[in-house]
């Protein structure tokens, strides 16, 4: 082993290229404004040569952003040599109005979905009361979507638990919803690798075998990250706060302390086994892209013509 190598650990290994390379898939969010579809469409063209096997977009709160999250998702398909799959919750809607949207991303060529139950509109791990008429929960969602056609279906997991609810009551309602047709699941984001992995093992021991992709989240500002991780459960580390303590007004540092955390988690996980990685890029690039080059992770070579 090379003094890189030793000194750098996992990062280093798998930049060498002596570990797997990875599969990733990235997360979007659809724009608000003019300026943040122009910013998307930036992040979605820098990602898009390294092959990503699928990029999602999400669904805001109560169903906000429907049609933005629509247009997202056929444009990418149609603009773009990725595979989307589109978010998709049952809040604030009847059960008519859901099955309408997921026919819509059938007739469209839309063939996959992220199955989400979903927040309450403006409270994120808010009370969720579901409509008398609509689905109920993520696990009806799915079965929902399945009637409808023959998608692909992604659902959550909660490596640190779902606010309210133990590990062993989260692992019975994943295995629900892949009785009702989920294919895959994503996780949370999370920073304590040992408590995924020690999570992941209860899931495998109860008999789920569906891929499950770590939830990676890259974040430059620990203000912002705490929260996003507080209404939701997430537990931050000690550890991750010193990192950042002292660079409010040093984003450049802040920018690399993030690429390094991250690129040295999906390092450790590489050399756990784990070999497909769920990025959410919060529309921002740069930082997904440095580190799946960090994770061997290539733009294909362009052609030259003759």
Partial sequence: MSPLETA???????????????????????????????????????LEPLN???????YGAGGSTRDRTHRTVVRILNETGLKPAAHLTCVEASREEVDE???GYWDAGIRHIVAIRGDPPGKIGGVYVPRADGYANATELTAGI???????????????GYPGNTIEHDIDVLKAKIDAGATRAISQFFYDIDGYLRFMDKVRAAGVTIPISPGIMPVS?????????GPVGITLPDWLGNLFEGLD??????????????????????EEGYSDFQFYTL???????????????????KEIAA
């Fill in 8 to 46: 750098l650990g996992p990062i280093a290994r798998a930049g060498a290229g002596l570990a797997k390379r990875p599969s990733v898939s990235f997360e979007f969010s659809p724009p608000k404004t003019p300026e943040a579809e122009e910013s998307l469409w930036e992040a979605i063209r820098r």
């Fill in 52 to 58: 990503p096997s699928f990029v999602s977009v999400t």
């Fill in 101 to 103: 949207v997921v026919q």
């Fill in 146 to 160: 399945r009637r409808i056609g023959d998608f692909e279906v992604s659902v959550s997991v909660y490596p640190q």
């Fill in 221 to 229: 500002s620990f203000k912002g990250l705490k929260k996003m991780a």
């Fill in 249 to 270: 007004d040093d984003p450049e540092t802040r920018k690399l302390i993030s690429a390094s955390v991250a690129a040295e988690m999906c390092a450790r996980l590489t």
């Fill in 283 to 301: 529309n921002r690039p740069d930082l997904v892209y440095a580190i799946c080059r960090v994770l061997g992770i290539r733009e294909e070579p």
